[in-house]
């Protein structure tokens, strides 16, 4: 049985890394669809709530892949797993992934609509280092930092840049 917990950067390459795991089989969530409440302007899941969830995707899957960069609910979900992968990829390495993103019909309505919000996401992804919440590149690496089972920190795509 494996259980992976995947996180980093918005960009970093989440999505891409846990859907390669789930054409391998294993049962994908992603943790974007249920941090937030379907409210306008967004709003945070209350954490008992969004932990159900979690509970529920993970009791009856035997190897499963959990990603997202909500350290708060991926804390739960740790002692569960049994390998972590932190992308802590370059920013502008999350910025280029991040412009050439296909459209997540989970997350937007259209793919204008995600467009519209890239230069958010942009800003977003620049604060990443500075950031104090459970979102932030401190709360991502005392995660990996504390993690027990089998861990890999991932610096670049597959497409490293030339040095």
């Known amino acids: 049985m494996r259980k992976i917990i995947i996180f980093g950067n918005s960009g970093s390459g989440k999505s891409k890394l846990a859907a390669?795991?789930?054409?391998?089989g294993f049962a994908h969530l992603d943790l974007d669809v249920l941090a937030w409440l379907p409210s306008d302007p967004p709003e945070r899941r209350p954490i008992n709530l969004a932990y159900e969830q979690i509970e529920n995707f993970m009791t009856p899957n035997d190897n499963w892949v959990v990603e997202g960069c909500y350290a708060d609910l991926l804390e739960m979900v740790k002692p569960f797993a049994t390998e972590a992968i932190f992308l802590n990829l370059p920013i502008e390495l999350c910025q280029k992934n991040a412009r050439s993103?296909?459209?997540e019909p989970h997350k937007y309505e259209s793919k204008e609509a995600q467009d519209n919000n890239l230069a958010m996401l942009?800003?977003?992804?620049a604060g990443y280092m500075d950031r104090k919440d459970t979102l932030s590149y401190s709360a991502h690496k005392a995660l990996y930092d504390s993690f027990q089972g089998e861990k890999t920190e991932i610096l670049y795509n597959k497409e490293r840049p030339k040095e």
Request: a neutral charge.
């Open 20 to 24: 390669q795991h789930r054409n391998d």
């Open 101 to 103: 993103r296909p459209w």
């Open 122 to 125: 942009l800003d977003w992804i």
